[in-house]
T-cell receptor, first 114, second 113 residues
Framework: DGGITQSPKYLFRKEGQNVTLSCEQNLNHDAMYWYRQDPGQGLRLIYY???????QKGDIAEGYSVSREKKESFPLTVTSAQKNPTAFYLC?????????????FGDGTRLSIL | EDQVTQSPEALRLQEGESSSLNCSYTVSGLRGLFWYRQDPGKGPEFLFTLYSAGEEKEKERLKATLTKKESFLHITAPKPEDSATYLC??????????????FGGGTRLMVKP
């Protein structure tokens, strides 16, 4: 089945630690996105990538980093500079970053502070 | 700045009690409006895309409509399995090309048997 796989489902971070969230898609989509969701709030865009080896900052990129070395993979690193990392992180992809197709989402990673 | 506001924040219905969820938006150059359903601990699941005012889409007990300022998600004779958070998002051209989504805060729907 085609889809987006995020791992792990739950992740705990210690003070001063960087952690990496995995996102893999087998939909052959060009564009991939990372969002953060806090309780009772909408999704906020962290980073997005329209094509391999290229990515752009979203609205809340500070304290996060990404890479896009392969079309199917878009990992997100939450660095120690992100002082409030506790949230639900969602990865999405869409067929064409310039088209009007919907974005499709993975089932998220919940990150908490130890 | 693009803005999306959903109301109410939470809605409790009895099974079979029809109602509507509202999504008001302000955006420059709307490319599309999307409705998603999100279950607890899961990612949003795509429901509908609406592209122009007057357009309507239906799926089972759900019907989405669009005007120039807002969209409604009508739920007819809901069942407990319709309980979820419903998210609305508008798509507009991004400053450096590409179409980005701006999400509302969602409406949490609870349907009691």
């Amino acid at each position: 089945d085609g889809g987006i796989t995020q791992s792990p489902k739950y992740l705990f971070r210690k003070e001063g630690q960087n952690v990496t969230l995995s996102c893999e898609q087998n939909l052959n989509h060009d564009a991939m996105y990372w969002y953060r969701q806090d309780p009772g709030q909408g999704l906020r865009l962290i980073y997005y990538s329209q094509i391999v080896n290229d990515f752009q900052k979203g609205d809340i990129a500070e304290g996060y980093s990404v890479s896009r070395e392969k079309k199917e993979s878009f990992p997100l690193t939450v660095t120690s500079a992100q002082k409030n990392p506790t949230a639900f992180y969602l990865c999405a992809s869409s067929q064409d970053p310039y088209g009007r197709q919907p974005q499709h989402f993975g089932d998220g990673t919940r990150l908490s502070i130890l | 700045e693009d803005q999306v506001t959903q109301s109410p924040e939470a809605l409790r219905l009895q099974e079979g009690e029809s109602s509507s969820l509202n999504c008001s938006y302000t955006v420059s150059g709307l490319r599309g409006l999307f409705w998603y359903r999100q279950d607890p601990g899961k990612g949003p699941e795509f429901l509908f895309t609406l592209y122009s005012a007057g357009e309507e889409k239906e799926k089972e007990r759900l019907k989405a409509t669009l005007t120039k300022k807002e969209s409604f998600l009508h739920i007819t004779a809901p069942k407990p399995e319709d309980s979820a958070t419903y998210l609305c998002a508008v798509q507009a051209p991004m400053r450096n090309a590409g179409n980005m989504l701006t999400f509302g805060g969602g409406t949490r729907l609870m349907v009691k048997p």
